[in-house]
């Protein structure tokens, strides 16, 4: 009796405080998840100093803005090819593996004396931009912190006017990955209040604003930027159509309506095949990850999927959608599960397979390669049960 009391005692502290770790273990929704095993803002910077300080002149960081409440937004830019590459995480502030994943490969292209790094960082600029909402993310949630009555002092044209439609009066900000628009000289108007999801947005943040003017110092610079990829999460429950796995990972193009509309044609550089060659590109730097011999990963492989998009799906205030519009490659990266759903081993797992996506397109934009990428082999992924 003693020892079988003793031995429930041990099973219970042996038990997983977290959630079982295998990808097609039940998935859950958090109320409140722990955000705890993820880097803060303050862990960000001094992270960022190390990785430019070890990596002798190769990694330069650099402060490009402030968000609304005053946190240093950061560009870390490696590398000195002519293809550029821009890449942003958490601009929903509690999605957090991208920023992981940002770290973990500055710190490796910064160090690392490979000829396949060489060539890497000789073909490309690669300029990461990690936490591009901190103040959203300091508050562990999706919006900024810029109460409209603060936005009216900063464009007093808005006095009187009603809200942009993307502004969350209970949060008291923005969902900033609505705040872009294609036009990038663009300042707000009274009369283009509040506007809805199927048009652009205003440019009221810091935080887009900082991301245009980076955008547009590059283009100077190079004369365009070639691709953009946004990290973000999604919800942890959406199962592959047909074989019942947990989507781990999903991918997208810019979500911008039928392609015969011709509600773009004022765009002509929008090229949504290179978005879809891209795409591809980083489903194949994660399956060159899951193939390296870690078993631990082929069930990551089967869960990649193409992210919601049915035809009808038009959102050009979207970051990568501006983007787009203006001739950049866009990827959209999605995760399963709201950060800290998981446990510190699988979020390892999700952060590595990130990075590797980034990884992927990084390579084949410096050596060219994914440029004879078939684009349709994009819809070869599969999706998640949503409807075309
Ligand atoms: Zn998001």
């Known amino acids: 009796m003693f020892l079988m009391f003793g031995a429930l005692i041990a099973a219970a502290l042996l038990a997983p405080a977290a959630p079982a770790q295998d990808s097609n273990a039940e998935c859950q929704n958090l109320d409140d998840p722990s955000f705890s095993g993820w ?10 100093d190390r990785i430019e300080r070890t990596s002798k002149g190769r990694v330069d960081v650099e402060v490009i803005g402030r968000s609304n409440r005053g946190r240093k937004l950061y560009a870390a830019r490696v590398g000195t090819g002519d293809r550029v590459m821009v890449v942003t995480s958490a601009i929903h502030g509690n999605e957090k593996t991208g920023t ?39 508050l562990n949630r999706r919006q900024s912190d810029f109460p409209w009555s603060e936005v009216v002092q900063t464009y007093p044209q808005l006095a009187g006017a009603p809200p942009a439609w993307y502004y969350s009066s209970g949060a008291g900000g923005f969902d900033v990955n609505r ?20 048009l652009p947005g205003f440019y009221l943040t810091p935080e887009s604003r900082t991301l245009r003017a980076l955008y547009l110092d590059l283009r100077e610079e190079f004369g365009g930027v070639d691709a953009y990829v946004d990290l973000h999460h999604m919800g942890p429950c959406e ?65 990649i999927a193409r992210y919601l998009h049915p035809e009808s799906r038009d959102l050009p205030g979207q970051a990568r959608s501006s983007f787009a519009l203006n001739g950049t490659g866009t990827v959209l990266f999605e ?14 797992q999700l952060t590595a397979i990130v990075e590797a996506g980034v990884a992927g397109l990084a390579q084949r934009l410096a050596d060219g390669s994914v440029d004879v990428l078939d684009g349709d082999r994009f819809f070869d992924l599969p999706d998640y049960g949503w409807d075309d």
């Open 39 to 48: 880097a803060s803002h303050a862990q960000l910077g001094s992270t960022l």
């Open 239 to 303: 199962q592959i159509e047909g074989d019942g796995d947990y989507v781990t990972v999903t991918l997208d193009y810019p979500p911008l309506g039928p392609e015969d509309s011709d509600k773009y044609a004022g765009w002509p550089l929008l090229d949504q095949d290179k978005s879809r060659r891209f795409a591809y590109a980083a489903y194949l730097g994660m399956r060159d990850h899951a193939g390296h011999g870690n078993a631990d990963q082929s069930p990551f492989l089967g869960g």
């Open 179 to 198: 705040d872009f628009t294609p036009d990038l000289g663009y300042e707000p108007r009274a009369e283009d209040m509040p506007g809805a999801d199927e």
């Open 100 to 138: 992981e994943a940002l770290l973990h490969w500055l710190q490796h292209v910064g160090s690392s004396q490979t000829a396949e790094t060489r060539t890497l960082l000789e073909g490309i600029t690669f300029v990461a931009v990690p936490m591009i909402n901190p103040d959203g993310g300091e």
């Open 335 to 348: 995760v399963r599960g709201q950060s800290d759903d998981w446990g510190q081993k699988k979020n390892g």
